[in-house]
């Protein structure tokens, strides 16, 4: 095997694992998935294990990391997992269900099918008949981030 990698990894430490660690969190930031979060905390542990076990084989290392990325990223899902919130409403965070039937003024006329809506605090792009800024209109449906709308 020595041949295949000439000494590339022969001189990891243990502070390159946690380096990587911080960069995988890091990621994690960027990521819509908690997923590099605990790959980084494996390569952590890599490198904990490799400042206790400083003769560790670069093998070992990639071995510990693989099995420890597996295993916390299903122990990370298994306890933070979407489906153990219980609530008595099935359709909180759904934005479909939210924001169905509910009237919003325009704040740039639709035009051509086209405009905005405000919505709380912020504004979305809404679809419906022409409809000028300052008129009220109900939401009828959600197609991916665009509100469906109608006027009242």
Not at 35 to 40: C, D, E, L, R, V
Not at 107 to 118: A, L, M, P, Q, Y
């Amino acid at each position: 095997m020595e041949g295949l990698t000439n000494g590339l990894f022969d001189n990891l430490q243990f502070w390159h694992w946690l380096v990587f660690a911080i960069v995988l969190v890091i990621l994690e930031v960027f990521s819509p998935a908690a997923f590099f979060m605990w790959m980084g905390a494996a390569a952590g542990v890599t490198g904990l294990a490799l400042l206790a076990l400083p003769e560790m084989s670069w093998q070992i290392q990639f071995i510990l990391f693989s099995v420890a990325s597996i295993a916390s990223i299903l122990v990370g899902r298994t306890f933070f997992s979407r489906k153990s919130a219980n609530t008595d409403d099935p359709t909180l965070s759904q934005l479909e269900h939210e924001l169905t039937g509910n009237v919003y003024e325009v704040e740039k006329d639709i035009v051509n099918g086209s405009g905005r809506i405000k919505v709380g605090e912020s504004t979305w792009k809404a679809q419906g008949p022409d409809s000028k800024a300052g008129s009220s209109v109900k939401v009828i449906g959600v197609k991916g981030a665009v509100l469906l709308v109608e006027p009242v």
